[in-house]
């Protein structure tokens, strides 16, 4: 028995696209389509490992020949996980399209009618035409970072806004550097200098994820916001290094007045940063509005990797439970991204935006079972 072992060698486990049964017709057919030439936009959905797992699982993926680009990766590295490269009109044909911004109506027009398009949230959904273009092709939109898991986190969402918020003080250090066109400091203080001052604006995930990265530097990190209570827990996800600040006109004008870094997201309750405050910035500031900036655009294969893991987890969970119509029905986490379905609008916000009508999408499904 032992000689046996001995003598016959170890096989490295096959590749994905080999376990896959030959001419076992696929349960799902899924298009990954590049990044638009015309945007800045890099990040993509899926790696070529994450694709491996999805064409082991028995689903069929169609990638646009040249559409990993932007995340350094070859069309070769995922041919060899069982991926077909392809042209955009054949991607554009799968059963669900993965898109990180949205299709333009163009390209809308090309998909299988009823199909689904996965996307990000972004202001082109709010283009009549794109719109229209979905009604007509009875085309579902999910707007993934909208979708929320069983524990009712917007997942997602999470992770895109804590590569956000990290890759900020990426940028912000980059800007006061030399090499950035800065002063040439750290934001980090060495022996017998203070170090830079970071005021940080908002809250959730973005400015708790920048908060920690500036003050894993070695910054003064000051956040403020104008809810005590999101404060507080800001305080025990990021520390008591961090500093908690009510926004106070004062206050708020004594704090940017000697910050090196200025981060502005969304506070628990509406606010605006105030015009006249310009003129109390230092010549040297560095100041970035989340609404108007993505950081993490510099980093979008990190995105792809995050992202990739809870797409193999929500495929998998669709292909269980018998495709996109039951998964809606059966997961009122997912419902709640859904912009059009079956040839309706169901997302009131853009509804109400662009004038059109729109339903309830629970309704909708309450009357199709």
Do not use: W
Request: hydrophobic residues 45%; charged residues 20%; aromatic residues 6%.
């Amino acid at each position: 028995m032992t000689e046996h072992l001995t003598n016959d060698p170890y096989e490295l486990h096959p590749q994905p696209e080999q376990i896959v049964k030959e001419g076992k017709p696929a349960s799902l057919t899924i298009g990954l389509t590049a990044n638009y030439a015309d945007t800045d936009e890099t990040r993509f959905l899926l790696t070529p490992e994450g694709c491996g797992l999805l064409t082991s699982a028995n689903i069929r993926i169609l990638m646009e020949k040249g559409a990993a680009t932007d995340i350094s990766f070859p069309d070769s590295a995922y041919k060899e996980f069982g991926v077909e490269i392809v042209t955009r009109e054949e991607a554009l044909k799968a059963d669900v399209v993965l898109s990180y911004l949205p299709l333009q109506a163009q390209d809308i027009k090309k998909m299988k009618k009823g199909a689904t398009l996965l996307t990000m949230t972004d202001q082109e959904l709010f283009d009549i035409k794109l719109v229209k273009a979905a009604l007509e092709q009875k085309i579902t939109i999910g707007c993934l970072d909208n979708m929320v898991s069983h524990n009712d986190e917007p997942v997602f969402a999470n992770i895109v806004d804590e590569i956000d918020g990290r890759a900020a003080i990426i940028y912000a250090q980059e800007f006061l550097s030399y090499v950035g066109g800065g002063k040439g400091v750290l934001l980090a203080g060495v022996a017998g200098i203070n170090p830079c001052e970071v005021l940080i604006i908002g809250d959730g995930t973005v400015a708790y994820s920048a908060a920690k990265a500036a003050m894993a530097t070695g910054a003064y990190v000051t956040l403020m916001n104008n809810d005590i209570s999101a404060l507080q827990v800001a305080k025990q996800i990021c520390g008591d290094k961090l500093n908690t600040i009510a926004i106070h006109p004062r206050v708020l004008y004594n704090k940017v007045k000697s910050a090196d870094v200025i981060l502005i997201g969304k506070c628990t309750r509406h606010f605006e940063f105030p015009k006249n405050l310009s003129i109390a910035l230092k010549d040297s500031v560095y100041v970035l509005n989340f609404d108007e900036t993505h950081p993490s655009i510099s980093v979008p294969r990190t995105v792809a990797m995050a992202l990739s893991n809870v797409l193999v987890n929500f495929f998998d969970e669709l292909i269980i439970k018998g495709g996109m119509d039951s998964m809606l029905a059966n997961t009122p986490g997912v419902q709640g991204g859904i912009v059009t379905y079956k040839g309706k609008l169901v997302d009131k916000l853009i509804g109400s935006y662009l004038h059109l009508p729109s339903v309830n999408i629970k309704v909708m499904l309450t009357a199709t079972n």
